[in-house]
């Protein structure tokens, strides 16, 4: 399985996504923002930082990457796809998914470990793990309240699409504790916290980030 891991100018954690695909046996594929081309990838992440420094709003230079011309169009016809802190921002931005993210309402920067609770098991991403199930991952964000209509949050609820709730206190302010969401085919999925720091023992709170990794690794051998 190879799983394309884009770098925009600001990217920090896309060598630790990388490092979590190798983790489940895949094979990452560096992508580059400048480049129209997703190199035959199986799946893609689109990891955390602070693309293009952040500029006018978290993602909204990074929609316009010319990797985005060809990627938007691949998530669309079912490529799966991630998006982690940034990266579920720029998903956001590029409206492959519904919504926004805006500063904390706390307005200070979070990096917490932080529990979770899996609302849906059935994405390309969620399909390791069992709904309702706790878990506890990195979260560091100055930026990740997550926003929408009141219409649009009613559709995330009945459809299902609510991918991550916060358990506890909300640590950003995000409405009804939407921590990840995904589309309605279930390939695409952004969420604030950052599974690819919870894959090794000993490095972070837990290793519940890998079952995110082999659940898109099974996704793709079964396909």
């Not at 006018?56 to 802190?85: H, N, S, T, Y």
């Not at 609510?162 to 909300?170: E, P, Q």
Request: glycine share 14%.
């Amino acid at each position: 399985m190879k799983v394309g891991v884009v770098t925009f100018p600001g990217s920090l954690d896309d060598r630790d996504a990388a490092r979590a695909v190798r983790a489940v046996g895949g094979e990452a594929v560096s992508l580059w923002h400048g480049d129209a081309d997703l190199k035959g990838v199986d799946a893609v992440i689109l990891p955390g930082g602070f693309s293009y420094g952040d500029y006018l709003r978290c993602g909204a230079i990074a929609r316009f990457a010319p990797v985005m011309d060809a990627l938007v169009p691949a998530a669309q016809g079912g490529l799966p796809v991630l998006g982690i802190c940034n990266g579920f921002q720029v998903l956001c931005e590029s409206h492959l998914l519904p919504g926004a993210l805006i500063r904390n309402d706390h307005r200070k920067f979070n990096c917490v470990d932080q529990r979770l609770v899996v609302e849906n098991a059935s994405t390309a991403w969620t399909s390791d793990f069992a709904a309702g199930q706790e878990i506890e991952i990195v979260l560091k964000n100055g930026e990740g309240g997550f926003v929408a209509d009141e219409r649009t949050l009613d559709e995330l609820e009945g459809e299902g699409r609510v991918v991550f709730r916060y358990a506890g206190d909300n640590p950003n302010g995000s409405y009804r504790a939407i921590a990840g969401i995904t589309n309605d085919r279930g390939n695409i999925v952004g969420l604030m916290p950052h599974p690819e720091h919870c894959v090794e023992e000993g490095y972070g709170p837990s290793t519940d980030g890998l079952p995110f990794f082999t659940s898109v690794l099974r996704q793709v051998v079964s396909a």
